[in-house]
């Protein structure tokens, strides 16, 4: 997963159409995956993760969240499905939806003429 996270904070960082998006006051967003947990800390200063545990989250998301990171569906249908448990104020769910699609990885496609 720390991969998954390097990857949309190198976007975050790196696509300054998604700097607007970011909050003034840090959002803390709990990440509890299969095997491991993550914090992500999220400001206008851009996006820092780290091991660490705390209580004192925003939104949190418990299971199969690595395909969110990727960019592989929306975070609303994971929930719908019954593979992601999500927990929080649902504006800031709506917002960290809208910033993972953002932070999507592009996949070029190759056209045959």
């Excluded at 998301?61 to 990727?70: F, I, Q, S, Y």
Aim: hydrophobic share 40%; proline share 4%; net charge negative.
């Amino acid at each position: 997963m720390k991969e998954k996270l390097a990857s949309v904070q190198a976007a975050c960082q790196g696509r300054t159409h998604i700097w607007p998006l970011l909050p003034l006051e840090p959002v803390r967003v709990l990440l509890t995956g299969e095997e491991e947990s993550w914090l992500l800390v999220i400001s206008h200063q851009g996006i820092e993760f780290s091991k660490e545990s705390t209580d004192h989250w925003h939104l949190k998301l418990t299971g199969r969240v690595e395909p969110l990171l990727e960019g592989q569906g929306q975070l609303r249908l994971y929930e719908a499905m019954g593979a992601v448990e999500v927990s929080g104020f649902y504006q800031v769910k709506l917002w960290f939806e809208s910033l993972l699609w953002l932070c999507r990885p592009y996949y070029e496609t190759s056209d045959s003429a």
